[in-house]
């Protein structure tokens, strides 16, 4: 196994039912766990301001939804308590100090998620209340002082509900209103006195509602936004001074959204709101605070919302990823544009093609932009082209198209152009035709193909001049064949070894490894595929990684050249649609780059470079490769160096017009040289790495001295640039 895993980018993605409190001594809102869909979460974050930044402590607690989460400003500690986790209801105690999480106790209330905490100031304590276990709802209510838990006995207590909002003033206790009693939606208020629950019958008629956000809005008032009821999620929003709710009309600007977390931040006298659905599965990622009368955005959403079968590329000009489209599990068509930097997604206010799920979508490097084809939408598959430009979308109409289709796939040729292969109709019948784009237009490719197939995987292989063609799903059933297109015609290949048959997978190409990595799609059993591997251009190999991504179907998968890594977003794992951004790379990744210039002899200036895409990986063969040579054989001496700062004592580079060869310079430090033969014109010299992880990371320089006697110097020679290397680890 090498250093090469999956990692998952440390992002604020898309929740509901998270947890949050103000911390004082931060001086900022803290934010735990949540809802992502097919994920739970036990990340931590800050909210200060306008700025989202993550910590992340050596512990933390399991990863958790419906929690509670209250601020003791007694003894300085954020307490957490229970909630959903992978396994069903937690009974857990946690504090945070604002740097390090602290396991406390398993003894006090019954395990439980949808509770209701808050502070209590007259008691100094913690205060729990409700929830549900199983499907029973609880109405027993708790105290924690810091060193344990205790259950309060009061005279009234409200219904058991689980949902409830619950919150603190400043001057005030705490107020819990509505909540879930399981045959009905409630919308009463009560206050806690330090040992009893009162109704307040009087306080107004707020509609019932569940998973609301409450929160101080300023010292001596709360503020309730949103929740669900019958009908959905609600964006209404409404102030309680203590005695009364009033109805905030003129509060706009916030989507409706259930299950946000919120707390107050005096800093900047703002209520900050996180997270939140509008409706099952479509979580929000967006901070909002309220403040005066209105909802702005204070930090927009960093990763799109939870998707399938949408699509995406690199731009390579814009150091770009591009995301556009797909569906979510009921159905629901989306049409949004995003880009990925190589550290977060920004959403793009733009209009784009109409939404849809199951297009192609490549880099065109003839036009210098990101070419979309055909997919589905409401009205059934399309034969429609795009281009992204980097800043708008534009219908192109070329003459002739392909027919409308759905399913089928689209990857740059490594001549020019794209290729497009497959797909299928309005009745899900595949098919097998290959098209070409060739910048200005569609044009049909004569000649045997693969088979009829749809969900299939589809990428180039420019380190050796084809596109590669996996799997799908054709007339018959999965396949599980491999093919290569050169520019001209198919080729079908027989690997000695194939991952399993499959459909709704990815493909994409590494550049740094100079392989295609495959993941994920669905078997013949319609079980999601978790499973990562690469072809080297002439066989499969699975790699066994420590951390893989859950299994999924409908990801895209793209290669950030920038960022030498490979990027998988979204997908299904069959019960809830995924919105993680995770990235296939090395922890050393290998590198060469060249740098400085040659000398010119009468037949032109020698060139040092790497043979194709190689890369200099440990325990496989380097290859460098030396142009514009003499066109008669002669001796090259390739030097290896271990520094371009300094040689000898002089700094680098050196100038050797001292020593009879003007124009000439040495960009490194001659510790090892080799003496090759060339034939004419070009070299190419191997190199053999150890497989030894002790020179994971280690960076060696090259240069070459071309001697020729026709070379009108002292010395008879020219040089070459020079080449940085860093040796990775696969």
Not at 54 to 64: G, K, Q, V, W, Y
């Amino acid at each position: 196994m090498g250093q090469t895993d999956w990692s998952t980018a440390p992002l604020f993605v898309p929740r509901s039912d998270a947890a949050a409190c103000f911390d004082p001594a931060r001086g900022a809102v803290f934010v735990f766990g949540g809802d992502a869909g097919a994920l739970l979460l036990a990340d931590c974050w800050e909210v200060a301001g306008a700025s989202l930044a993550r910590s992340t402590p050596a512990l933390a607690p399991p990863a958790r939804a419906r929690h509670g989460l209250v601020y003791d400003p007694v003894r300085q500690r954020a307490v957490l308590f229970g909630g959903r986790g992978a396994s069903g209801e937690l009974g857990d105690t946690w504090t945070w100090d604002g740097s390090a999480w602290a396991w406390r106790t398993a003894v006090g209330p019954l395990p439980r998620q949808g509770h209701a905490m808050a502070w209590d100031p007259q008691g100094a304590r913690v205060l729990l209340f409700g929830g549900r276990r199983n499907l029973q709802r609880l109405g027993d209510t708790w105290t924690w002082d810091g060193a344990a838990w205790q259950q309060a006995a009061p005279a009234a207590a409200p219904s058991p509900r689980d949902g409830a909002a619950c919150a603190t003033a400043a001057s005030g206790g705490p107020v819990l209103f509505g909540g879930d009693g399981g045959s009905a939606l409630f919308g009463d208020t009560w206050t806690w006195n330090g040992a009893n629950w009162l109704a307040l019958p009087q306080a107004g008629a707020v509609p019932p509602r569940r998973a609301a956000a409450l929160a101080p809005n300023g010292p001596a008032t709360l503020l309730l936004a949103g929740g669900a009821d019958q009908l959905g999620a609600r964006s209404d929003c409404w102030q309680f001074d203590g005695a009364l709710w009033t109805r905030l009309w003129s509060a706009t600007g916030l989507p409706a959204r259930a299950g946000a977390a919120a707390a107050y931040d005096p800093s900047i006298q703002r209520t900050v709101l996180a997270g939140g659905a509008s409706l099952p599965g479509h979580h929000a990622g967006d901070v909002l605070h309220f403040g005066p009368a209105v909802w702005a955005v204070a930090v927009p959403a960093s990763s799109p919302p939870a998707r399938l079968d949408h699509t995406a590329a690199y731009d390579p000009l814009r150091a770009r990823t591009v995301l556009y489209g797909g569906t979510r599990r009921d159905g629901s068509l989306l049409g949004d544009t995003w880009e990925w930097d190589g550290a977060r997604w920004t959403g793009l206010a733009t209009a784009g093609p109409p939404g849809r799920q199951n297009a192609a979508f490549a880099y065109d490097p003839l036009r210098g932009t990101c070419i979309l084809f055909g997919g589905r939408d409401a009205g059934g598959p399309r034969s429609d082209t795009f281009e992204w430009n980097g800043a708008a979308w534009n219908q192109l109409l070329p003459a002739v198209s392909p027919g409308a289709r759905q399913a089928h796939a689209l990857a740059p040729l490594p001549a020019g152009g794209l290729l497009l292969f497959g797909g299928s109709d309005a009745n899900f019948q595949p098919s097998g035709d290959t098209w070409r784009w060739t910048g200005a237009g569609w044009a049909p490719v004569a000649g045997p193909a693969p088979p009829a197939r749809q969900f299939h995987a589809l990428a180039p292989d420019p380190g050796r001049g084809e596109v590669v063609l996996f799997g799908g799903l054709g007339a018959a059933g999965l396949l599980q064949d491999t093919w290569t297109f050169d520019g001209a015609a198919w080729l079908a290949r027989n690997p000695l070894h194939r991952p399993a048959a499959r459909f709704a997978g990815a493909a994409a190409f590494a550049a740094e490894r100079n392989r295609i990595v495959l993941h994920g799609g669905l078997d013949a059993a319609f079980a999601a595929l978790g499973d990562t591997w690469e072809w080297d251009g002439a066989d499969w190999s699975v790699q066994l990684l420590a951390h893989p991504p859950c299994a999924r179907h409908g990801p895209v998968l793209v290669h950030h050249a920038a960022a030498d890594a490979t990027l998988l977003f979204g997908g299904s794992d069959l019960a809830a649609d995924l919105g993680d951004t995770v990235l296939y790379a090395s922890a050393t990744t290998a590198v060469f780059t060249t740098y400085g210039t040659g000398c010119p002899g009468p037949w032109g200036t020698p060139s040092l470079d790497r043979q194709g895409l190689q890369r200099p990986w440990l325990g496989e063969v380097f290859e460098l490769r030396l142009d514009h040579l003499p066109p008669q054989p002669g001796l090259v001496i390739v030097v290896f160096g271990f520094s371009d700062v300094a040689w000898l004592g002089s700094p680098l580079p050196i100038d050797l017009q001292g020593y009879g060869m003007p124009g000439c310079r040495v960009w490194l430090s001659v510790d090892d040289p080799f003496f090759a033969f060339h034939n004419g014109h070009s070299l190419r010299f191997p190199f053999p790495l150890p497989l030894a992880p002790a020179y994971a990371g280690f960076t060696y320089f090259n240069q070459a001295l071309v001697i020729d006697a026709s070379v009108p110097n002292a010395l008879g020679a020219v040089t070459t640039n020079a080449g940085r290397a860093r040796i990775g680890l696969r």
